[in-house]
Structures are given as C-alpha cells and as structure tokens.
C-alpha cells in the first residue's frame, strides 16, 4: 500500500478536491456499479465540508463491457479538462451506463464527440486501465466501491457520518 503512494502512482489519476489538501481518500470505481453511484453525494458533502481532503478516483471497471466503455471514455474526457463534470454526470445515470448514455452524456456536458472518440483509443488510456487492475490485485480489491485512506482499505459504500468519522480518526492518529 505504501508502494503505490511512495511511487505516486494516483498523481496520474482524475482527481476532485483540493490537490494540496492534507488528506487522500482513492475510491476504486466502476460506473454500473449502483453503490458507487450511492456515495457519490456522500462525497462531494464531505468536499463541501472539509476543504483539506482529496479525492482520487480509480477506474476499475469489473461489472461489464459497457463499464470497461464508459471508463475509457472517463479518463478520455481529462484531455478536454472536463473530467470531474463527465464522471459525476455518469455517476448520477440512473440504471445501467452503456455505449449510448456515454456518448449522449459527453455531449450534454459539451465534449467534443469525435475528439473523446479518437482520445479513448490512446494506448495510454489501457496502460492506465491495465494498472488500475494490477494495483486492485495486490490490494485485493474484489469489488466496488472501495475507499483507501492512509493504509487502510475500506470496501463497499460508506455513509457521510462513516466516512466523517474516518477521516476524523485518520487525522488523528
């Protein structure tokens, strides 16, 4: 676990948050899965709260095909500077996210279609995919979502005064 930070693997990954805040909590991903979607408000509460506290989001797409689609064009979307907006827009997609919900929620947000197209294809969209696998594997990752804050791994969906007093008792130790 401290590999990953000591390498600053996550540095590489989409973020929201204050980058400079005193505390990193990864949350491992994937975008059909209905508890992620559940604590995603769980979320931004705590980043509207506590302004010391950075949010790392790790693609981790195990559910599907349309998932693995949908996180491909997720980490697309960070060349156009529009990640954040992209990811909690599929994030809030009731039902299953698929091809077309991808393709028709980059437009709302205004992402140039044929650019995230062309941009999704980059090898190194894979590479980060790729990794993302590995690092769940040597964490033993086996589901989503799952928060990692210092050392400790945190699986399934967290409610706010969960993840508060987390966060709380991090900082104090």
């Given at each position: ?47 509207s709260e506590d302004k010391k506290v950075n949010f790392v989001f790790v693609e981790f797409p195990i559910l599907s095909q349309q998932s693995y689609f949908a996180a491909k064009a997720s980490l697309a979307s960070k060349n156009q500077d529009l990640y954040n907006k992209f990811h909690l827009s599929l994030m809030t997609i ?80």
């Open positions: 676990m401290n590999d990953y930070y000591d390498r600053k693997i996550y540095e590489t990954l989409p973020y929201t948050g204050n980058t400079s805040g005193s505390l990193v909590v990864t949350e491992f991903i994937d975008y059909n899965c209905g508890y992620c979607k559940s604590v995603v408000k769980t979320i931004m509460d705590v980043l009731k039902g299953r996210v698929n091809e077309e919900k991808v393709f028709s929620t980059a437009k709302e947000i205004g992402l140039d279609i044929d650019q995230l197209k062309i941009d999704m294809n980059n090898p190194e969209i894979e590479q980060q995919l790729v990794k993302n696998r590995e690092i769940a594997k040597l964490l033993n990752l086996n589901g989503t979502p799952a928060f990692i804050i210092g050392d400790i791994i945190y699986p399934g969906a967290l409610n706010l005064n969960k993840l508060k007093e987390i966060i709380k008792q991090f900082r104090k130790s």
